[in-house]
């Protein structure tokens, strides 16, 4: 698995350097006094480089969830404000596709034990796809409620995308694994995020159960302990 992931990295960065030297050797040589052509290879240059800057971010970002996965949070979040603040944080990529954010949460779902930092990631990761993957001009339905023991918060997002078909769900937390590879790079994708979110909700005890239909969207969902009065008698 090391030497996969090894392999898989360094492909996925070998692929937009080897792109950004190409346009280099261009530009010093054939294209050297076209500045049309300085141009166009310079802005996908940079945007090159912005892809291989998130995949370190990420990779990065792996690295310290999975240096704190056996350390369980104990911090109360108010899971209300987290979510609005993301959806505020997004709604800009939404928009530009015509997604709207809705967010339902029942009245006693509020506190929960999760650490703060590493579940606005979660929802960062997983609002952000539904932001770029749902079909345009839909709603990507976000709701929190209590779970039947009480003792959880049940979270879920809800696209109305083209949906996943059924080969492709066990592997989505893989990393670098991708449904369309070449959709995911064009939209800024790194092959991480749902890894990412799969390794900080095993910290949190917690797992992502993904339910899909095709052409009718896919259902994210995963739970965090709620926290629990203690008994005055114990």
């Known amino acids: 698995m090391r030497a996969d992931f090894v392999a898989n990295a360094s492909h996925e960065l070998r692929t937009p350097l080897t792109s950004v030297l190409g346009f280099i050797e261009t530009l010093r040589g054939p294209a050297v006094g076209d500045l049309d052509a300085h141009k166009r290879f310079l802005g996908i240059m940079q945007t090159e480089a912005e892809r291989m800057v998130r995949l370190i971010d990420d990779l990065l970002s792996l690295s310290r969830i999975e240096m704190t996965r056996y350390m369980a949070p104990n911090a109360v979040t108010d899971i209300n404000k987290l979510v609005g603040s993301v959806i505020n944080s997004v709604k800009g990529i939404a928009a530009e596709r015509g997604v709207e ?81 070449a959709r995911s790079r064009k939209m800024g994708g790194t092959g991480l995020g749902l890894a990412i979110v799969k390794h900080i909700l095993l910290r949190h005890n917690s797992g992502l159960d993904i339910k899909s239909q095709l052409g009718k969207g896919t259902v994210f969902s995963f739970k965090l302990p709620i926290p629990q009065k203690k008994d005055e008698n114990s």
């Open 101 to 181: 954010f809705t967010y339902e949460h029942e009245e006693n779902v509020q506190d929960v034990v999760a650490d703060s930092d590493q579940i606005t990631q979660v929802f960062l990761n997983l609002l952000t796809n539904a932001a770029k993957y749902s079909d345009p001009n839909t709603k990507v339905h976000v709701k929190a409620e209590v779970g039947r023991t009480g003792k959880h918060a049940l979270l879920s997002i809800t696209d109305e995308g083209p949906g996943i078909a059924q080969e492709h769900l066990a592997r989505l937390t893989e990393r670098f694994y991708r449904v369309d590879t």
